[in-house]
T-cell receptor, first 114, second 114 residues
Framework: NAGVMQNPRHLVRRRGQEARLRCSPM?????VYWYRQLPEEGLKFMVY????????ESGMPKERFSAEFPKEGPSILRIQQVVRGDSAAYFC????????????FGPGTRLTVL | QKEVEQNSGPLSVPEGAIASLNCTYS??????FFWYRQYSGKSPELIMS????GDKEDGRFTAQLNKASQYVSLLIRDSQPSDSATYLC??????????????FGQGTILTVHP
């Protein structure tokens, strides 16, 4: 059973470009979560999605950031007009249910903004 | 006040000793608690979950939860150099749409020296 998959693993963008981060949850998992880890800081929740629905986006910056989890295909975290402060590791996690809420993390995408 | 607090360490223990990691939380609505291990440059790996007061053992790991004191701990017996990592404590609230959100502490750096 493959784990959570994320791609790309490393992404370099220049200021003002767009970044698209992809996440495929573990097989049988319908709950997807995105977290961000800034250098020297802890993991911060960004957004929680189920298929075609955003359940909780309380951790998402108000501008430039969006997320989706379409009926078919991976979940996408999109950052428009990136700035240097967006440089971070972005982790996706998935869970099969929210009863126990054990979340399993993917390898992450390291975003560097030049 | 941070919602989940950990001593950042570093905590240094000799090989074969017991490592004790502690975590406190401020939200009394928190229901589920998790310990993750994160090696440098890698993603968090779930090692223990605990939901009710008392102890839960899994191999060399024991998680302890005291909801009255809002305290969670992780004991690692017979510590090995391979246990050297950052240990993250996380909590989630069972209420409303926030039940999907893991709130992490800053992490405790553990070093096990031979």
């Amino acid at each position: 059973n493959a784990g959570v998959m994320q791609n790309p693993r490393h992404l370099v963008r220049r200021r003002g470009q767009e970044a698209r981060l992809r996440c495929s949850p573990m097989k049988g998992h319908s709950h997807v979560y995105w977290y961000r880890q800034l250098p020297e800081e802890g993991l911060k929740f960004m957004v929680y999605l189920q298929k075609e629905n955003i359940i909780d986006e309380s951790g998402m910056p108000k501008e430039r950031f969006s997320a989706e989890f379409p009926k078919e295909g991976p979940s996408i975290l999109r950052i428009q007009q990136v700035v240097r402060g967006d440089s971070a590791a972005y982790f996706c996690a998935s869970s099969p249910t929210t009863v126990d809420n054990e979340q399993f993390f993917g390898p992450g995408t390291r975003l560097t903004v030049l | 006040q941070k919602e989940v607090e950990q001593n950042s360490g570093p905590l240094s223990v000799p090989e074969g000793a017991i490592a004790s990691l502690n975590c406190t939380y401020s939200d009394r609505g928190s229901q589920s608690f998790f310990w993750y291990r994160q090696y440098s440059g890698k993603s968090p790996e779930l090692i223990m979950s605990i939901y009710s007061n008392g102890d839960k053992e899994d191999g060399r790991f024991t998680a302890q939860l005291n909801k009255a004191s809002q305290y969670v701990s992780l004991l690692i017996r017979d510590s090995q150099p391979s246990d050297s990592a950052t240990y993250l404590c996380a909590a989630t609230n069972a209420g409303g749409t926030s039940y999907g959100k893991l709130t992490f502490g800053q992490g405790t750096i553990l070093t096990v020296h031979p």
